[in-house]
């Protein structure tokens, strides 16, 4: 079993000042703390209790005291930079996420899970730094969240375990038509231009020296460390697919168990009112302005066959994947994603976007509703995943996903790759990275 890595200490408090308030001021404390020495002297004078006694208690009680303001202000802070970094996306936060005018900090995410659409948000990540950040951007919505760390591509036992894994499910001798390692280096992150020079590279070294057979002829033929990266990500899915299928993701909470279930209770699970949905995130990723409001409308929606939802994909999509409206006439948020790899539609929509004015550097070089940024799962369709898969031929994660499950997307994505702490926004490119809260760009002719 992996080893996780050390878990993060204290949250940072990060961003700037806008919108922040300040703890109370030294005078307010000090007439705070006189108060309570007065009545506490009071309090003493009628139970015999002596002076010194009642200014120990009050000496406890001003530290507690100006801890609990810290926390406040640290809190307020972090919340503050949530919804500056929103904006700096073009959005405002939704009324309900605000923060209160009266300074109160925003409801824990104790108080609020009842009211999320989702039993709970797990975050893969594989560093304690970007896990932290991610934590405090779900706590400031009033999302428990907990880490599932990943393997480590750069890590050369990590890389051993994740290939163990993968061989476990048979899925490491075979290579999908579109894998190798020219296509692993081209194949890019949402936002993020295509690695085109040490693509053509491989290409040159497929040419000279044949393309591997394998994943593990990919990884002894990778001169640019494209590999490692895509064999760890689809193992660290894998792995947390198992966690769920026995119970032991999440790791444990008053309605959660914290070791796998029994047969019988996995049976149970199975059942629409014990089978919830557990969102899953990966570190960079954040939830759009007013996803809870959406959401609360929008998941009754999701059709009874769905075993996954993703809140976020980049690439291409059709139009004609989108389902019918609903019976009062709404239009459906949904897409069904299928056929994410069908070359007749890739070129079109490829050639679309170049003809349209795209640089050839800003096509994408993915498939249809790709991505794994963030996606809701339940554990039957984890038990329905980990079947499935089996022997299938290696490819990216979410291209296996996609043909092993009953896949829907939300056409207007309640997920985006999370702003800079210093508000720097994501490169995104032209008809690749959907924006929040907007229907997704054109990607066709005549449809």
């Not at 590279?201 to 057979?213: A, D």
């Not at 997307?409 to 490119?429: C, F, I, N, Q, Y």
């Amino acid at each position: 079993m992996l080893r996780a890595p050390t878990q993060p200490g204290a949250p940072r408090a990060t961003g700037g000042s806008s919108g922040r308030r300040t703890p109370p001021s030294g005078m307010a404390l000090r007439a705070l703390l006189l108060a309570g020495l007065a009545c506490g002297a009071a309090a003493a004078d009628a139970r015999g209790r002596s002076s010194k006694e009642v200014a120990e208690v009050a000496d406890a009680s001003s530290v507690a005291l100006v801890q609990e303001e810290v926390h406040l202000h640290d809190r307020r802070a972090r919340v503050s930079w949530h919804d500056t970094s929103l904006q700096s996306w073009g959005f405002s936060a939704a009324p309900s996420q605000a923060l209160q005018g009266s300074g109160s900090p925003r409801a824990r995410p104790q108080d609020l899970k009842t009211q999320n659409p989702f039993r709970k948000a797990i975050v893969v990540s594989i560093s304690p730094d970007k896990y932290a950040a991610a934590r405090e951007r779900l706590e400031a919505q009033g999302v428990p969240a907990e880490p599932f760390w990943g393997y480590r591509g750069k890590e050369t036992e990590d890389l051993k375990q994740a290939m163990r894994l993968l061989q476990k499910y048979n899925n490491t001798d075979h290579l999908h038509e579109t894998v190798g390692n020219f296509l692993a280096c081209l194949h890019m992150s949402p936002g993020t231009p295509p690695r085109i020079g040490a693509a053509l590279r491989e290409l040159i070294s497929k040419v000279l020296h044949g393309g591997p057979g394998n994943v593990q002829q990919m990884l002894d033929h990778d001169h640019h460390h494209c590999v490692p990266k895509m064999v760890a990500i689809a193992a660290s899915h894998v792995r947390l697919w198992e966690g769920l299928a026995d119970g032991s993701v999440p790791a444990g909470s008053p309605d959660e168990p914290a070791g796998p279930l029994s047969r019988t209770a996995a049976e149970v699970q199975d059942n629409a009112s014990e089978d919830p949905w557990y969102l899953v995130m990966e570190d960079d990723a954040a939830l759009c302005p007013g996803w809870r409001q959406r959401m609360e409308a929008e998941v009754p929606l999701i059709p009874s066959d769905a075993d996954i939802v993703k809140l976020f994909f980049f690439g291409h999509w059709r139009k004609e994947d989108k389902l019918p409206d609903e019976p009062d006439g709404t239009p459906s948020p949904f897409l069904l994603a299928h056929d994410p790899m069908r070359t007749s539609d890739i070129a079109r929509a490829s050639a679309y976007e170049i003809l349209g004015g795209a640089s050839l550097d800003s096509v994408p070089v993915a498939g249809f509703y790709a991505g794994t940024q963030a996606y809701l799962v339940k554990r039957s369709s984890a038990r329905k995943l980990l079947r499935q898969i089996k022997g299938k031929p290696f490819q990216d994660i979410d291209m296996t996903m996609l043909s092993s499950v009953r896949h829907y997307v939300w056409r207007r994505v309640l997920s985006m790759t999370a702003p800079e702490e210093d508000g720097t926004k994501h490169h995104s490119l032209v008809q690749v990275v959907p924006v929040c809260n907007r229907e997704p760009p054109k990607d066709w002719w005549f449809r």
